[in-house]
């Protein structure tokens, strides 16, 4: 498996979760790691991403402050801990790997063109 994503679940308002994203070394190494999401009827947005190469985090403004993005390198694993969540925030999380995907996520795009998805784990939150 080259991305495997795992945390997802339902949560009401101001709890937290915790998303895992595991890689194959290859693109551990090879790629920044980060998190898409996309709530039913809106468009793929990028929540954050993690640059292995030089360890600088990026954050969409919708979650800064309230999600941190960190990673285990021994592990090939990037983790997004998800704090005072809102329901905003309930949208089908996708792992992705991408040389260009911290910039994809500061620039607002689509992630079209990713060079990897892993599946997505749906988050609810309920108020």
């Known amino acids: 498996v080259q991305l495997q994503a795992s945390g997802g679940g339902l949560v009401q308002v101001g709890g937290s979760l915790r998303l895992t994203c595991a890689a194959s070394?290859?693109?551990?190494?090879?790629?920044?790691i980060g998190w898409y999401r996309q709530a039913p009827g809106k468009e793929r947005e990028g929540v954050s991403c993690?640059?292995?190469?030089?360890?600088?985090?990026y954050y969409a403004h919708s979650v800064k402050g309230r999600f941190t993005i960190s990673s285990d390198n021994a592990k090939n694993t990037v983790y997004l801990q998800m704090n005072s969540l809102e329901p905003e925030d309930t949208a089908v999380y996708y792992c992705a790997a991408d040389p260009f995907l911290c910039g994809m996520v500061v620039a607002g795009l689509s992630g079209n063109g990713m060079a990897y998805w892993g599946k997505g784990t749906l988050v609810t939150v309920s108020s």
């Open positions: 070394k290859f693109i551990f190494d090879k790629n920044a």
């Open positions: 993690y640059s292995s190469s030089d360890g600088s985090t």
